[in-house]
C-alpha cells in the first residue's frame, strides 16, 4: 500500500458564487466519494479560502497564497491505495473532476520507510 | 536460417512477451530488460551450439526468468532505489498474457505521450534507445533521459502492471491506440531525412496492432486500427519509384499494391463496422479502403470520400481532417471549388506550419494554370517541409510550373 494526497483546485470565484443547492449537491458528492473509498481515506478537508492564506518566505511574510493563480487549492485529501489506477478509479469520483473550473491532482506521498 | 537470423526473428517475435514474463518475476523493468537482454545473448551462443529450440520464446522466457531469479537471490539484501513494481492481487487469475500489462504501463495517461511513445518502443518493440532517438530525432542522451524518467515515475507513482478495470478499458485502450498510430505515422512518411519512409517503425507499429488484436479480438477499435494500418501501407512498394523519388496516390502502380495486405484490411474493417458503429480509426481505414479497392485514381468515388470525411469531422474535429476532406472537395468538383474549400483553412493557426496546405493549395492552382501564385505555393510548401524525397517532388513541380 502507498499514500497519496488528492489536491482539489478550482476557481474560487465560482465555489464562492455557489447557490445552498450546489452546496448540497458538492457535498452529497464528496459524501458519496467517502462511501466509496471507506478506511482508505486517512484525511481530508476543506480549505479556508485563499485570502485566508499567509505566505512566508525568505526575510517576508505576505498574506495571500503561495501561487497566486486563478485556480486555487480549495481542500485534500491523503488516500492510501494499492496503486495509482486505484486512486484514479476512486478521485474519478470526486465532484470537482465534473465540474468545468476544477480538477484534482493526485500526488503520491514519498515514503521514508 | 542461421543462427543469427534465428535470434533476430525471435527477438522480433517473442522480446514484448519474454520481457513482460520476466517482469512479472522482477517487478523491476530494468532489471527484466537487463535479464530478456542476457537471454538472447545467451542464445546466440546455445543455439549455435545446440540447434534452434522448437519454441523459441518459451526457453529465451525461461532463461530469463532464471537470470532473474539468481540476481535477485544475489541482491535480496541490497537497499533498492526505486519501489517494486506494482502486479495484480494474488487473488485475481493470471492474465492470458502478460504483454497486455506491459502495454498499458508504457501507454498509461500518467506519462506524457513522449514518454508513452519511447517506452512502447524500448520495452514492447524492443528497440534501442539509440534507435528510438533517431526515429524521433533527438539525443541518444536526451532520450535515455526520458526513459528513464519515465520508468522512475512508473515505481514511484505506482502505475501498476497489469491490465486496467473494464470500466477504465476503453479509455486506457484509446491512448494505447494512439501511440500506436503515432509511431506508424512517424514511419510512414518520416517527417525528416533522407528516405521517405522509417521501415523499422512501421514494422513495429503493425507488430503492436496485430498484437493488440490478437489480444483483445472483440474490440472493434483495435481491430479498425489493424485494418487502417495494413490498408495504408499496402501500397508501400509503389510509394517511390526506382530512383527513389516520390509516386503520388494518383500515380501510383496499383497492380503493385499488396493485394493479399488490402484483401486482410478490408475483411478486418468489415468486422469492425459490424460490432459497433464507426470510430476515428474505422473511418479513416474506410476512407483507405476506397482507395485501396478503386481501380483507377480517375474512377476513386470522390463523392464516398467526401462523405466519409464529412463524418470523421464529426467523430474527431481536427484542422488537418478539414484539410483533407477540402482536397477531397477539390478532386470531386474541380480544382475551383477546391482551392474555395481550403480558403478557410489559411487562417487557421494549427495549420500555420503544415506543409501540406501549402502544397495542396499549390496542386489545384497548378491546375487552374495559375503559375505565379502555383510557384508561391510550392515556395511555401518546400520551405515547411523536411524529409528529403518530398522536398525533391515538390522542387521538381516548382520548377515546372516556373517554366510556365
Keep these: 500500500m502507498a499514500k497519496y494526497l488528492i489536491l482539489i483546485y478550482g476557481d474560487e470565484q465560482q465555489w464562492a458564487g455557489m447557490s445552498e443547492r450546489e452546496r448540497l449537491e458538492l457535498e452529497a458528492g464528496h459524501a458519496a466519494f467517502r462511501a466509496a473509498a471507506g478506511d482508505r481515506v486517512l484525511d481530508g478537508q ?68 | 536460417m542461421s543462427v543469427a537470423a534465428a535470434v ?66 544475489r541482491e535480496a539484501l541490497l537497499r533498492r532505489v526505486l519501489p517494486l513494481l506494482v502486479t495484480r492481487p494474488a487473488h485475481e487469475p493470471a492474465p492470458a498474457d502478460d504483454r497486455l500489462s506491459l502495454v498499458f504501463v508504457c501507454c498509461h495517461p500518467a506519462l506524457s505521450r513522449e514518454a508513452q511513445v519511447a517506452l512502447t518502443l524500448r520495452l514492447v518493440c524492443g528497440l534501442s534507445t539509440a534507435e528510438v532517438a533517431r526515429a524521433f530525432l533527438v539525443q541518444e542522451s536526451t532520450m535515455a533521459a526520458r526513459v528513464t524518467r519515465a520508468k522512475k515515475k512508473i515505481a514511484t507513482a505506482r502505475i501498476p502492471f497489469r491490465v486496467p478495470v473494464p470500466e477504465r478499458l476503453a479509455e486506457r485502450v484509446g491512448a494505447v491506440l494512439d501511440v500506436v498510430h503515432l509511431v506508424f505515422t512517424a514511419g510512414h512518411t518520416a517527417p525528416i531525412g533522407a528516405g521517405l519512409v522509417r521501415r523499422d517503425l512501421v514494422a513495429g507499429a503493425i507488430g503492436l496492432g496485430r498484437m493488440l488484436h490478437l489480444l483483445l479480438p472483440r474490440n472493434p477499435e483495435v481491430t479498425a486500427l ?54 476515428r480509426y474505422g473511418v479513416e481505414a474506410a476512407i483507405a479502403a476506397v482507395h485501396a479497392e478503386a481501380p ?25 481532417v478539414e484539410l483533407n476532406r477540402a482536397v477531397a472537395v477539390g478532386l ?24 501540406y496546405l501549402s502544397a495542396a493549395r499549390a496542386d489545384f492552382l497548378r491546375r487552374l494554370e495559375r503559375w505565379g501564385p502555383a510557384a508561391t505555393a510550392y515556395e511555401e510548401a518546400l520551405a515547411l517541409t523536411d524529409n528529403e524525397v518530398e522536398r525533391a517532388f515538390l522542387a521538381e513541380r516548382l520548377a515546372s510550373v516556373r517554366r510556365l
Excluded at chain 1, 491523503?78 to 496503486?83: E, F, I, N, R, W
Excluded at chain 2, 489493424?226 to 516520390?246: F, K, M, Q
Excluded at chain 2, 470531386?332 to 506543409?355: I, K, M, Q, S, V
Design chain 2, 8 to 73: 533476430e526473428e525471435a527477438h522480433r517475435r517473442e522480446w514484448a512477451g519474454v520481457l513482460a514474463a520476466t517482469v512479472r518475476l522482477t517487478r523491476d523493468l530494468d532489471l527484466a530488460e537487463e535479464c530478456a537482454q542476457d537471454a538472447y545473448a545467451q542464445a546466440l551462443q546455445t543455439w549455435g551450439r545446440d540447434g534452434v529450440p522448437e519454441r523459441p520464446g518459451a526457453w529465451l522466457t525461461t532463461v530469463a526468468r532464471h537470470r532473474a531469479l539468481d540476481v535477485l537471490r
Design chain 2, 226 to 279: 489493424l485494418a487502417l494500418l495494413l490498408l495504408i501501407d499496402a501500397r508501400r512498394d509503389t510509394r517511390c519509384d526506382a530512383g527513389g523519388r516520390l509516386v503520388l496516390l494518383a500515380d501510383q502502380d496499383r497492380t503493385r499494391w499488396d493485394r493479399r495486405q488490402i484483401a486482410e484490411g478490408v475483411a478486418l474493417l468489415t468486422e469492425a463496422l459490424h460490432k459497433s458503429s464507426p470510430s
Design chain 1, 46 to 113: 476543506e480549505l479556508e479560502a485563499p485570502g485566508t492564506a499567509t505566505t512566508l518566505r525568505l526575510l517576508t511574510t505576505t498574506d495571500g497564497p503561495f501561487l497566486e493563480t486563478k485556480e486555487a487549492l480549495g481542500g485534500y485529501y491523503l488516500l492510501q491505495a494499492a496503486d495509482l489506477d486505484e486512486v484514479i478509479t476512486l478521485a474519478g469520483m470526486l465532484p470537482e473532476v465534473a465540474a468545468g473550473h476544477s480538477g484534482v491532482e493526485i500526488r503520491p506521498v514519498r515514503d521514508h520507510g
Design chain 2, 296 to 320: 483507377s485514381w480517375a474512377a476513386t468515388d470522390w463523392q464516398e470520400i467526401v462523405g466519409l470525411y464529412d463524418l470523421l469531422l464529426r467523430l474527431w474535429p481536427s484542422p488537418v
Design chain 2, 332 to 355: 470531386r468538383d474541380g480544382p475551383a471549388a477546391g482551392l474555395a474549400a481550403l480558403a478557410p483553412l489559411l487562417d487557421e493557426p494549427a495549420l500555420a506550419t503544415y506543409g
